[in-house]
Structure formats: structure tokens, C-alpha cells
């Protein structure tokens, strides 16, 4: 009997002439993969021909073509796999085919002799013959076949044949082929070798907006914009890794537009076992593939928000971790729950409650990076994965982040506002957890102790951050406590003119006297007054009570008298506290305020600094650059700047000797200063060796212990009426 396999190019009907070879592979292709590795890629089949056994040799895929009826049966003659022309034998559509019995269509008064059959074909590996009648429906008069069947891997291939004389029936199913080959619902698609179109049937050039005559000789590739090469060439990847597969693949169409399709491509060989190209069939799957996109969108995301839901969460956080990992870094979950979020939708109702969520999720991504993962979980519970931190810091950032955007009002329906706030559990991996379920189940635990601490916090779950954090939360509290009940204090220190001798202006230096802790230096509390953001406050009161101090002690002393006090960016910033007018309210004689601003300031800008320092200035207030030489400011900035005085750091002070660099810097920027027009002021001179080399450099003011140490307004006042005398 003829091979019905064999389909060569010159066996299929309708085949265009095999072409010339091609140049070569298309652009952003390797130049080492074969044409061969390109189209076993569409299926993943490989291009080598085999005879081993597996489900390639139980059914191939080009029986789908052979001009003869090729089945595959369970022993119990279900049919697990039909061709074109054994569908249309049987007067079934493939797809309802499947899964019916063989058996049933055999006529009643054959099945003996078709059982019979059956139990040797199994038994065989070589074809066994059986001639008798199929009927499509019962009643029919039948149509008399030539059934040849062998077992394959446990199964029966069966192949069916009219009984009529060998060569009619050669021709007629031939002529059967054809007409299916030309009607079929499935897109049939033949390659050369150098993956060119030598044949396409109608439905195949339908498929891809071309006439037939026009798919002649095109490249596989040029029916592939830059996605469909991308999937392509992942399918080469996954080939040569010896991993096949069905396919599915996105094609550019004649007209411009997008098609996806299911290409399963089987190789042709000629009878040497020489590669002569493929022949692929190909189904319209865009449809399926939209529902599918939906309903994984649907499965990953939340309907509501948007956000990614559990499910995608969950598959994220495991490759975060597993990247985390690999990298040895760490990540920080955020378990986030809305606090008072049922009382929202016990008064407004579900529809105001959902219109919340929707605003809140918008917040809570406003504080994300394009890196982290923001997704809805429950119903008023949130989680934010936060990978390749740098510092445990800057998950605290973010939490303190949501909860002053979930303290702001929620705009609702009808002018209604809704205020709710946010309780935080933070876990970091590989710290706190070994697995993903284990780390929500601890970020939820230190969620739910914020919850209890009072709501609108956050809380780690580490034993050891968390008591730092329980100390930055008490030391905010602590902090709105001091700003409002006024513990905070000034001391002064002592600034003399170098050439008189005379205490003529001192520094106020800001102090906390904690009920508890006594009496506390802006170091122990100033980066948490700022974060916690009551350094304005803090700030703008300590400005306050420089200008009545400076006003007072001009008052005692009946003559100039000047304070200095250290001023923030932020404070330059604001204008809401209403410091620059209070001290215009005063009627301050000119330079009775100095303020110390640090370089950095200088970097801010322009116009914001040239504003405020030129309002200053219009008010009398003199400008110092606070800690010379430890910034980052350029020398051309002094001329741009209103600055009046340079104020040598600390830490050149303090390595004075005769012959030390320290001294030639001081003596340096003295020298600078004066040129410019400014003086000099030297902080932190502890002794008299210190103080004569500033005064031999030409340094005109200096403060430090070897003066006073910083002390209470009274002290001061003392101390300038004794100098003064």
C-alpha cells in the first residue's frame, strides 16, 4: 500500500514551484540558526526525522492532509484523532468527532468481523486488512472500505480506503483532497527549505488578508512584525532547549493589522532523508485569545481598582523574593488596612464606600516607585511590595507617606467628605520570613499591632525595629507635646569682636528640656522633629523669641546688640508661620538679626534664594554662611549671594597649630572673606592658642568655650555688661 504520509512538495496538490534559495535570515535573527531551527519553531517538531516512538509517530500532524481517511483509536475504538478526508468520510466535523466510538459507524452485520480486527491490529505492528461497510447514520445502505490498522504506543492507527478498484479510488480521493484542501476551515501553509511560501491554500491566504497568488515566495518573516519575531524567536530558544510544544503566534496581516494564530509546522523530507521544508497548518485563535486575556485579567486583577489582586500579588511577591534573593538584597512588605472604612460604608452607603477605595488606591500608587507592586487583597486591605531597598529607612518613608495620604479628606458624592486613616504592618525578606505565605502572615500580625497601638501608624514586625520604631513614634508624640506646651528653649553663646574685646552679639542655639531625659541637644531630636514634620513649628518659635530676646537685651544695654539664629531651607520655604513679618512687626534696628544658613542652601534655586535672601536683606537682616568650607558651594556663589558673613567651621579650628594646613585654610578663607567685602567669624575656639593665631590671621569675630559655653539670657546679658565696661 502507498505511504499516506508521504507528502513531499511535489505530492501536494496545488503546490507552488519549490523557489531559489534566499540570501539569508531575516534582520534580528542569530546568523547561526538554520531555516530548519526556524520552522521546527512554529511547532516545536524537530527537523531531524526519527523514528521513535511517542505521540509524534501515533499521529502526526500531516495525516491531517493525507487524500485517505487516517484515524487514532483507543482499543476500544474511541476516536481520539480524525484527518480532513476521515472526517468527511464519516460526515462528522473533526471537533465532533472526537471522543465518538469508530465502532458505531461500522455496519451492524461487520462489527463481528471489525472486533475481530480490532484485537489484531493491536497485536501488530505491521498493518492488518479488514474490507467492510461504514454507515454515517443508521438505515444507510454503507459505503464498502479497506480499513488497514497496527498498534502505536498503545493506541490503534487506523486508515481507511474506498473498496473500489485501487486506482478510481486513488484518484477519487485525490480529487476529495483537494476539494478539502481548498475548502478547509483551517489554513494550510507550505515552507522550502529556505522558509519561503510554495503553497497556501485559500483559507490560509484569507486568513492573512492576501490572494493567494500574492503569498507566492514571501518569507515566513515578513508576515511577522517586531512582537511575532520576539514570540518566534523565544520559540527558537525553547526548540533548541529541547522543549516542543504547540505554538501560538501573532502575525502582521496584508492590511496593516494584527491576527493571532495557532501554527503547528511538521517537517518534509525527500527519500533520501534530505530537509526539503515544512508544511504548517494554521486556526484563527484571536478571538480565543482575547477571552483569554480577559478572563486572565479578570483572574489577576481587581475589578474595582485595577490593582493586581491576591492571586497576582502572590505570584509577584514570589519572584521578588526569589530575585531578592539571588541578588542578596531585601524587600519590605507593607500590609496596609483603612481605619474606620466601615463606618464610611455604614454611613454613605457601598457605592461611597467603593468610590473611596478607588481614590485611596490612587494615593496609595502615587507613593509607589515603577518598580514596587501595589495590589488590593480584601476589601479595605492593601499590600505594597517594595523590592531592592537600600536602607530599612526607606520602607519607613513610603509608610509614613500613605498614612499622611490617606490622612487627607476623601472627596464623596453629594460634597460629602470622608476621613478614615491607615494602620501599616511592615515585614521585610529574608529577615522576618523563609516563604511568601509567611511573610504576609507577618506583615498582617504588624499590621494588626498598629491597629492596637491606635491606628494610623505603622509597626515592624522585627522585635529589634520595632523597638526603634516604637522610639521614633514616642519621640514624635513627645515632640507635638513639646511644641505645644513651649518646652523648648534658647541658650546663647557669647560672639566677641577680636579687636575690642567686647561681647557685642551672641548665637542663639536651641534646646529641648524634656521632663524626663533633662535637658537635650539639637542633635537628639532635630531629624526627628523633621520628619516628624514639627521642625516649622519648632522653628518658627525659636525665631520668634531670637527677635524679642535681641529687642530686649538692646533695650537693657542702651546700645547695638545682635543675635544670630540658624535658619532651614524649609523655613526659607515656607511662608505660612508668618516669622518674616513678626520680625518686620518689631521695628528691629538694622543688623540686629543674623541668620546662619548652611552652603547647601546655596545650591537651592536661584530665583527661590535670591528672593527670600533679598527680602532679608530689605529688612535689615544679615545673612551668614554657616560652617564654611564642609558644602558644596562654589566660590562664584559668594558674589551672587547677599551674604555678609563667613563663619570658619569648627573642624579647622580645632587642628590650629603654627605650621598646620588647618591654619593656612583659616588664614585662606580669612583672606578670601575680606576681599569680598565680608567678615569672619570662628566657631568652636577652645584655647588661647586657637584664639591668638585667628587674631594674628586677621579673623574679626570668634565664639567658643574659650569665651562662655552656651547659657541662659541672663548670663549673657551679664556677660556683655562686663565686657562692655
Request: proline share 4%; charged share 25%; net charge negative.
Amino acid at each position: 500500500m502507498d505511504d499516506p504520509t508521504d507528502h513531499s512538495p511535489a505530492t501536494v496538490p496545488g503546490s507552488l514551484p519549490i523557489l531559489p534559495p534566499s540570501t539569508g535570515m531575516q534582520p534580528g535573527f542569530p546568523a547561526e540558526l538554520t531555516h530548519e531551527g526556524l520552522l521546527a519553531a512554529l511547532g516545536g517538531s524537530s527537523m531531524v526525522p526519527s523514528q521513535a516512538g511517542g505521540e509524534g509517530e501515533r499521529f502526526d500532524d500531516l495525516y491531517l492532509l493525507a487524500p485517505i481517511g487516517v484515524f487514532l483509536l483507543d482499543p476500544d475504538s474511541t476516536i481520539l484523532q480524525v484527518n480532513l478526508v476521515g472526517a468527511s468520510l464519516l460526515g462528522v466535523d473533526r471537533a465532533s468527532a472526537v471522543r465518538e466510538r469508530f465502532r458505531g459507524f461500522v455496519a451492524p452485520r461487520f462489527t463481528g468481523d471489525f472486533d475481530a480486527f480490532v484485537t489484531r491490529a493491536l497485536a501488530s505492528r505491521e498493518p492488518v486488512r479488514c474490507g467492510l461497510q461504514l454507515q454515517r447514520d443508521h438505515g444507510d445502505r454503507g459505503v464498502p472500505v479497506t480499513l488497514f490498522g497496527c498498534a502505536v504506543a498503545g493506541a490503534l492507527r487506523l486508515t481507511v480506503e474506498p473498496a473500489e478498484g485501487r486506482l478510481a479510488a486513488i484518484e477519487e480521493s485525490e480529487e476529495r483532497f483537494r476539494r478539502i484542501v481548498q475548502t478547509a476551515r483551517e489554513g494550510i501553509w507550505e515552507f522550502d527549505s529556505e522558509a519561503r511560501t510554495t503553497f497556501a491554500n485559500p483559507r490560509m491566504a484569507e486568513l492573512l488578508g492576501y490572494q493567494v497568488e500574492a503569498m507566492a515566495g514571501r518569507p515566513l518573516l515578513s508576515f511577522l512584525d517586531a512582537e511575532g519575531r520576539s514570540l518566534l524567536e523565544r520559540n527558537i530558544a525553547r526548540q533548541q532547549e529541547g522543549m516542543p510544544g504547540r505554538h501560538e503566534l501573532k502575525f502582521l496581516r496584508g492590511d496593516g493589522s494584527e491576527i493571532w494564530l495557532h501554527l503547528t509546522a511538521n517537517p518534509l523530507f525527500d527519500a533520501d532523508g534530505g530537509f526539503l521544508g515544512a508544511l504548517a497548518l494554521a486556526s484563527d485563535i484571536s478571538e480565543h485569545r482575547e477571552s483569554t486575556e480577559l478572563a486572565w485579567h479578570q483572574a489577576n486583577f481587581d475589578a474595582l481598582t485595577g490593582l493586581p489582586n491576591r492571586n497576582m500579588f502572590q505570584e509577584r511577591l514570589r519572584h521578588e523574593m526569589k530575585k531578592a534573593r539571588r541578588e542578596r538584597g531585601f524587600l519590605a512588605l507593607l500590609f496596609i488596612d483603612l481605619d474606620q472604612f466601615k463606618q464610611i460604608n455604614d454611613r454613605f452607603g457601598h457605592q461611597q464606600g467603593d468610590a473611596l477605595l478607588v481614590q485611596a488606591a490612587a494615593r496609595l500608587g502615587a507613593c509607589m516607585r515603577a518598580t514596587d507592586t501595589l495590589a488590593r487583597i480584601g476589601g479595605d486591605e492593601f499590600v505594597a511590595i517594595l523590592p531592592g531597598l537600600g536602607h530599612v529607612q526607606d520602607a519607613e518613608r513610603v509608610a509614613q507617606d500613605i498614612i499622611a495620604v490617606l490622612n487627607r479628606p476623601f472627596e464623596l458624592a453629594g460634597g460629602e467628605q470622608g476621613h478614615i486613616s491607615g494602620s501599616i504592618g511592615i515585614a521585610l525578606y529574608p529577615s522576618d520570613a523563609a516563604d511568601a505565605e509567611e511573610l504576609l502572615r507577618h506583615a498582617d500580625q504588624a499590621m494588626y499591632a498598629a491597629k492596637n497601638g491606635g491606628r494610623n501608624r505603622y509597626t515592624y514586625f522585627t522585635d529589634d525595629m520595632q523597638s526603634a520604631a516604637q522610639q521614633r513614634a514616642r519621640l514624635a508624640v513627645d515632640l507635638r507635646r513639646a511644641a505645644g506646651e513651649h518646652e523648648f528653649e534658647l541658650f546663647y553663646q557669647p560672639i566677641v569682636n577680636l579687636k575690642t574685646g567686647l561681647v557685642e552679639r551672641a548665637e542663639a542655639l536651641l534646646r529641648w528640656r524634656h521632663p524626663e531625659r533633662g535637658l537635650l541637644n539639637p542633635a537628639d531630636f532635630i531629624a526627628g522633629a523633621e520628619s516628624t514634620g514639627v521642625l516649622l513649628d519648632i522653628g518658627d518659635y525659636a525665631f520668634r523669641q531670637a527677635a524679642d530676646q535681641v529687642l530686649a537685651w538692646q533695650r537693657e544695654l542702651g546700645r547695638p546688640f545682635q543675635v544670630s539664629i540658624n535658619l532651614t531651607s524649609a523655613q526659607l520655604r515656607d511662608e505660612a508661620h508668618g516669622w518674616l513679618g513678626y520680625v518686620e512687626s518689631l521695628r528691629l534696628p538694622p543688623k540686629s538679626l543674623v541668620v546662619d544658613v548652611s552652603e547647601d542652601l546655596l545650591n537651592e534655586p536661584a530665583g527661590h534664594v535670591f528672593e527670600r535672601l533679598g527680602r532679608l536683606h530689605a529688612m535689615g537682616v544679615q545673612v551668614a554662611l554657616d560652617d564654611f568650607g564642609t558644602g558644596h558651594s562654589a566660590l562664584a556663589q559668594l558674589n551672587q549671594f547677599d551674604i555678609d558673613y563667613l563663619k570658619i567651621d569648627r573642624s579647622f579650628v580645632a587642628g590650629l597649630t603654627g605650621d598646620s594646613g588647618d591654619l593656612a585654610m583659616c588664614e585662606a578663607i580669612i583672606l578670601l572673606a575680606h576681599k569680598l567685602g565680608l567678615e569672619v567669624v570662628a566657631e568652636g575656639v577652645e584655647t588661647q592658642a586657637q584664639l591668638a593665631l585667628l587674631k594674628a590671621a586677621g579673623c574679626d569675630l570668634a565664639q567658643g568655650y574659650v569665651f562662655a559655653r552656651p547659657a541662659p539670657a541672663s548670663e549673657v546679658l551679664a556677660l556683655a555688661r562686663q565686657t562692655h565696661a
